[in-house]
């Protein structure tokens, strides 16, 4: 079966608007089998764009999707995504090639820089040397575009944008939350689109803040199905999923497969019943505290995991 598509920025690529999550794939209590059984029927669903990084679950995630991919000529089936948590030119070379042997593949369809969170993550990028390695990468062909990701604050992802000219992709923040606070939808995805950078979707839940048995936790005020189509809404190629079940899975495959542009008055009244509750950074709080920082990235910085 097939999802619906977007094109990729400038890329040419064509990816569906959805996009697996390696996080939650990743989790030890998920086990493995089950979890390479969740991947499998992603794929057969018609979710052919895939999320990981090389931190998620100390490599757990990207050696068992490896392992996913590596059967029935998969890997062909998928644009497959992983991140480089390095921050100087030593660190991005080791973490390329531990992702290349763990996902069991010669080339990384998108490699992006992961949680560009810290002011001066961009200059580190840049002047340690993780963005030359980048480079060197792509330009061997170990690596076919290149992206970045963030999830604390616009006028970091901005100042990421401003270190390269010619990223392909930005993966944020995008929620009817995020509407009201710290707003990718207003401040970063506009200057993306004059770049022709596509903009990927994250945290539609709020980064699972938000989800409480299918209800926004103060007073229900959406469904995770307004909240997906809200996101896919808005000016982004996919929109990156959180799956750690069958259910969720079908879940949010029903909801891309249904997928019409939400209409103004339908948003309208989502918004008005979330923008009290939304404003002041309650439901996302990656955007505001460390707690959804990365153990790794947080050690970077000299903070305590």
């Known amino acids: 079966m097939s999802l619906p598509t977007r094109p990729l920025g400038k890329t040419e690529a064509k990816v569906s608007i959805l996009c697996l999550g390696g996080w939650h794939i990743g989790q030890p209590a998920i086990g493995d089998a089950e979890a390479e059984r969740i991947m499998h029927a992603a794929i057969d669903e018609g979710i052919t764009f895939f999320d990981n990084a090389w931190d998620y679950h100390d490599g757990r995630s990207e050696e ?29 070379r080791q973490h390329l090639e531990d992702s290349l042997r763990r996902l069991q593949t010669d080339v990384i369809d998108l490699w992006q820089f992961h949680e560009i969170n810290y002011d001066n993550d961009p200059e580190w990028i840049v002047e340690r040397g993780a963005l030359a390695v980048a480079l060197e990468a792509q330009k061997a062909g170990k690596v076919r575009f290149l992206g970045f990701t963030g999830h604390k604050a616009p006028h970091i992802l901005l100042k990421m944008l401003a270190t390269h000219n ?25 200057e993306l689109k004059k770049k022709n950078v596509a903009a990927i979707g994250m945290k539609s839940l709020g980064g699972g803040n938000m989800d409480s048995g299918g209800k926004i936790v103060v007073d229900g005020a959406a469904t995770v199905d307004e909240c997906i189509r809200f996101a896919l809404s808005q000016d982004i190629a996919s929109l990156v999923v959180g799956v750690d079940s069958m259910k969720v899975l079908l879940q949010d495959v029903k909801i891309a497969r249904d997928f019409r542009p939400m209409p103004k008055d339908e948003t309208d009244a989502l918004l008005a019943r979330m923008r009290t509750i939304a404003g002041d950074g309650r439901l996302e709080p990656s955007k505001s505290t460390q707690l959804y920082d990365g153990p ?10």
């Not at 089936?77 to 921050?87: A, D, I, S, W």
């Not at 010619?166 to 506009?190: A, G, K, M, W």
């Not at 790794?296 to 995991?305: C, N, T, V």
């Open 64 to 92: 068992i999707m490896g392992k996913a991919l590596a059967t029935r000529g998969r890997r062909q089936k998928v644009f497959l995504m992983t991140k480089n948590c390095g921050r100087d030119a030593e660190h991005s």
């Open 166 to 190: 010619n990223y392909d992709t930005c993966q944020l923040p995008v929620n009817i939350c995020d509407y009201f606070y710290r707003s990718s939808i207003h401040e970063v995805i506009p």
């Open 296 to 305: 790794y990235h947080r050690r970077q910085h000299g903070f305590a995991e």
